[in-house]
């Protein structure tokens, strides 16, 4: 008999008490691997674009003003969280949020990440290259310090016509004329 | 002074009736294996529909909708008032007349209609739908409604011996109560009882037989095109609705009879809780909604021959 | 007294302006047994006539346009409006489609929105309680939407 089973069922469920999730008195709790909110950190990124070409929802809007900012945004009421974009970043400058699963508000504006790179000059010649990324300078120079900041700016162009020994003392000349502090 | 008290009663019955509709989606709710909602939450949406304001189609007939409302709460008022109250020993009612019997089963068949007259009143197609609905499943269930009536009639004048004159009337099923002390130690009456219950689901409009106001499929049927205050109205009609025949079925065939007033106030509050428990609740947490040709086929079918049986039995 | 306060009965309505299907789900999930939104009194209803407030899913599609407005404009004041994944907040993957009418709040004013593609059960949870603040505040007559700035994780909770 079917109203037997659903009775029996009921009866079961009864004696077993509410299933609900404590969800108000505490946070929620997101699954493992919950794709939340990618996160940008502007000093690991080099400016490759990977990110934008992948984005279905076209969510990343990038503005480069060549020599002067490289303007970086992510609309999260575009975004579908589908961490392609994570995936796609060869610096690491995207991580996922994996902690918090409610995102909610009165404001359509409020989710939203407005950052950028800047523009930094090459020690050597002087010319605009956009500022190394974090993870690029530790894996040359071991560490991430003004000087290896500094070091890792000459750029591509001095790096092929430049002996050694011209980059390091216009490196040199740099630091002081600039007062960055040695490591 | 006993219409005071009758008024009183009224009014206590009223905000029991919402109440039952907290405590019955609460026990869904915990059937379910869920919290539910307070116990007194059809009150807040009761309270809640007379702040709204919304603006009316202009095709709703809203004379035709506003009579219709006021014929129902005239109904519950009419029903309540030739059904026994808890007063004093024992129960006594407002109105007493040879025939009041007739008169309950007809404010049950009003009430019906007037939702029939809101659907026809909204003039929009699934408000029509919800009425024709409404119109068919009241055709099935009316049937062994009157025959379950007048086989009560003609039982309880059998069993007490009164003149023929007090046939369906409810002083006569009193006197039968009072003479058996209760009407369930008689077979025929107890089997009357299990069919009054099975109509239940479908003289409320509960979930099983609730197909005149669908609100997946024809979105809350007859009343769709109500909003606000009226729909507040219909919303405690419904409620009203469920106490009354609960309540009758609590007190004309079950409620043991005792001589404080408290007790009685007591065992008819929570008799009608229990009766209502039993047909709204428990068929709302184990069954889907049916189709309305099952719903009529049901009906007619089931306590329709069993209906026309204890008729049979009666008069033999 | 909470009994009698209109904000504890809330009755949704919900509406699909062209959605995926996706969020119409994980509504359906904040009703279930799970999530249980009716311990806030939050009660499905068929009628936008019913309804407080109205839970929309999807970009609004051309051809859906003239249906959502006539049903947000049938539901009776004060009303709140829930707007849910991130399709009805700018247009998702579907933005600047040759079939799209725009968002949802480019036509109405919309007090309440839920990121996500689609958002978790209780995401939209805690956007029909910030819409019941609204409500109460639309109710006072103190409602603004650029002022009013809604606690994150909601005061009622």
Known sequence: MPFGEIFGKLVDTLVGGPVVKPFPKEPVKVPPKWRGKPLYDAEDCTGCRQCERVCPPAAISIEDNKGEFFHYEI???VCIYCWYCI?????AALTGDDRTGLYVGTDRTQEKIESGVPYVECPVCGSKILRPARTLVIRQFKKYTPETLVRASVCPKCRREKTPEEIESAVQKFLEDHG???? | MSILYWLLWILLLFVWALLVGGIDRKIVAHLQGRYGPPFWQNITDFVKLFYKKGKVASRTALVVIDVALVIGVAAAVLALSVLPFPMGSGDSQLLSASGDLIIFAYAFALMAMVYVLIGFGGKSPYTLVGASREISMLLSYEIPFILLIVAMGYRAVFITGLPVESIFSMSALL????QLGTLLM????????????VLGPAVVGSVPFDIPEAETEIVDGYGA???GPRLGVLFGLKHIKLITYS????????SPLTGSVLLNVLSALLGSLLVAIVINTIPRAVSGRFRIDQGAKFYLLGPGLASLLLLLLTLV | MSIFKPEKSLWIYHLNTGSCNGCDIEILAALTPKYDAERFGVKLVGSPRHADIIVATGPVTAVAKESVLRVIDQVPEPKAIVVTGVCGITGGVFRGGYSIAGPLDTLVPVDVYVFGCPPKPEGIMVGILKAAEVLELKRKGMYQKDVVRISETGGVL
Do not use: N
Not at chain 2, 175 to 178: H, L
């Open chain 1, 75 to 77: 609309d999260y009421g």
């Open chain 2, 225 to 227: 095109e109500l909003h």
């Open chain 2, 186 to 197: 008689d077979p025929i009456f107890l089997g009357i009882f299990l069919v009054l219950l």
């Open chain 1, 87 to 91: 995936d796609a970043c060869p610096t």
């Open chain 1, 180 to 183: 960055i502090p040695r490591d």
């Open chain 2, 175 to 178: 006197a039968a109560k009072s």
């Open chain 2, 247 to 254: 309540y009758f079925l609590w007190m004309v065939f079950v």
